[in-house]
């Protein structure tokens, strides 16, 4: 039965000083795992679905320490493939107050970035799969990486997939010679779903963000130019169905403001409920719990793309509650939230 939803990318060990430590201060690290598409089939499974996470890693005693986290949260690591020479890992500054988070990747030459063209059998992968995921990230490692991406879409395509992407734009790993503007359009207007911030957007297709600012304009999206936006991104994309927009302010470390968006091909728009998050745990994540949310929503919701949407802004308000890169809340947490139920002690 052709079940899972497919997610493709680098899984990365990462290294956080304990509370708020910067970097130089810490002798000691807190090590967990993450990675953008790791994170959506992690969330999947939590919310009752099928997952299968693809990668590559090395053969030594920290992959099959990936891999047992992995599946203790129910996801599927049979494809994952094995080479090269080490994971790659990012190390992690928490914010607090007014100071900015920090990130510093240590990925080059990992054994997902130095992999090629034709190391993964993209029809057996696909064979029980009805949903493929990837993200920008990917791409914007190496050719060679954004060259696989390119072969996993031709195989889901062929395969009748339903393709999704999370534009995800990270300036500090496009360092091979080729800029996002470059290589995203070919891959991402072959997609059937597409998520992103207004920036990532404008990466991808270059379109001009319209903007969300909830101090300035309080609980107003701007309807008519969100519309405008989202209808030019349409008429650049080949398959594009559906588009989902996260809009995020940050007030300061604590206090979030998070909503979004979607726009359909037939142009039909829906705006979701704005929360104030006043106690941010860990913001890491948010973006692919929204992914995942959003995954879930049409899966569970076809004919009610509203609650789709709903389903995926609070799933993606949740994480900012979870310490760490996963999204570890199950479908009932997200429809309570969704209810109205927060705070609550729930016996």
């Given amino acids: 039965m052709k079940d899972k939803i497919v997610t493709f990318g680098e899984i990365l060990l990462r290294l956080t000083p304990p509370g708020y430590l910067k970097f130089s201060q810490s002798h000691t690290f807190n090590a967990t795992f993450g990675g953008s598409e790791t994170n959506v089939a992690v969330s999947l499974a939590h919310f009752g679905l099928k997952s299968k996470f693809v990668t590559r890693l090395p053969e030594n005693d920290i992959a099959q320490s990936c891999l047992m986290d992995l599946t203790s949260h129910g996801v599927d690591t049979s494809e994952v493939i094995f080479g090269g020479e080490r994971m790659g890992l990012y190390y992690f500054e928490n914010t607090v107050a007014m100071r900015a988070t920090k990130v510093v990747y240590d990925r080059a030459n990992s054994s997902f970035s ?37 072969e996993a879409i031709t195989a889901a395509e062929n395969a009748g997939l339903t393709i999704s992407c999370d534009l995800n734009f990270r300036k500090n790993l496009w360092r091979y010679g080729k ?5 995203m359009p070919h891959l991402a207007h072959r997609c059937d779903i597409l998520f992103g911030t207004e920036g990532e957007y404008e990466k991808a297709f270059g379109v001009k963000p319209v903007g969300f600012d909830v101090v300035k304009r309080g ?6 130019k969100h519309i405008e936006f989202c209808q ?16 995020r302010n ?16 037939e142009g039909k728009f829906y705006k979701s409920h704005i929360y104030h998050i006043k106690h941010v745990v860990d913001c890491v994540g948010v973006g692919d719990a929204f992914a995942a949310g959003m995954i879930y929503g049409l899966l569970n919701y076809p004919n009610d793309d509203q609650i789709a949407l709903d389903y995926s802004v609070a799933a993606a308000t949740l994480k900012n509650t979870i310490q760490g890169d996963y999204n570890l809340v199950s479908a009932d947490e997200v429809k309570s939230l969704m209810s109205g139920e927060t705070g609550s002690i729930r016996r």
Wanted: aromatic share 10%.
């Fill in 250 to 265: 940050v007030l300061d470390a604590n206090r979030h403001v998070l909503t979004g968006i979607m726009y359909t091909r």
């Fill in 114 to 150: 130095v992999a090629t063209p034709g190391m993964y059998d993209w029809n057996r992968i696909f064979a029980d799969a009805r949903w493929f995921h990837w993200s920008g990230i990917g791409p914007a490692l190496s050719q060679a990486s954004a060259d696989i991406i390119d």
């Fill in 179 to 183: 800029k996002a503007e470059e290589v």
């Fill in 219 to 224: 609980q107003q999206i701007d309807v008519d």
């Fill in 232 to 247: 030019q991104v349409m008429a650049k994309t080949q398959k594009c169905k559906k588009m989902f927009i996260a809009l």
